[in-house]
């Protein structure tokens, strides 16, 4: 075995150990969520679309949606899994993103190109305020019906979503 095809190996174990792990803490997290410590969606509507401890605004123009999300100081957000390719900005703040493709710092002002099919966990050192900009191509403004077209909730359901495109 090469190097390169070994160190190709390591990723991909890598990878599946990150994303079991971040399901193993979503599920722990959703089974002792309070509403008030931790927050997070219902099987109905499981990206939380706003709440007084992760203030989120909604915007939209021309085939644009624009989420806005702050995250107050030692926030940890897990975040939902994005089907399609997008960019994100950290305008205010100090944030840690951790996914299977590794761990990064950021201050703001800075900006992400966020990679589809990647889970994130993100961890904010101070209040921060972070954007994503997505497509809308039927410029609409109903959350519901954006969130099942721009993510999933689980490693699964993407995997699905991709054989199904």
């Known amino acids: 075995m090469t190097n390169n095809s070994l160190q190709e190996s390591d990723k991909k174990e890598l990878a599946r150990s990150f994303n079991s792990t971040v ?17 997070v969606g219902t099987k109905d509507k499981p990206i939380v679309t706003n709440s007084d401890k992760l203030p989120i ?51 703001a002002p800075c900006h992400i190109v966020a990679t589809p099919g990647i889970q994130r966990v993100l961890y904010a050192h101070e209040d921060s305020v972070w954007y994503n900009i997505h497509k809308n191509p039927t410029s609409t403004e109903d959350i519901s019906q954006l969130e099942e077209e721009i993510v999933v909730t689980t490693q699964k359901d993407y995997e699905e979503y991709i054989k199904n495109k």
């Open 23 to 39: 399901d193993k803490l979503y599920r722990n997290l959703v089974a002792n969520a309070d509403g008030e410590n931790i927050i």
């Open 57 to 107: 605004e909604h915007f939209f123009m021309d085939s644009v949606y624009i989420r806005k999300m702050t995250m107050y100081e030692e926030t940890v957000v897990v975040g939902a899994i994005h089907k399609h390719l997008h960019i994100c900005f950290l305008l205010s703040g100090h944030i840690t993103v951790s996914s299977k493709e590794g761990t990064a710092e950021y201050k």
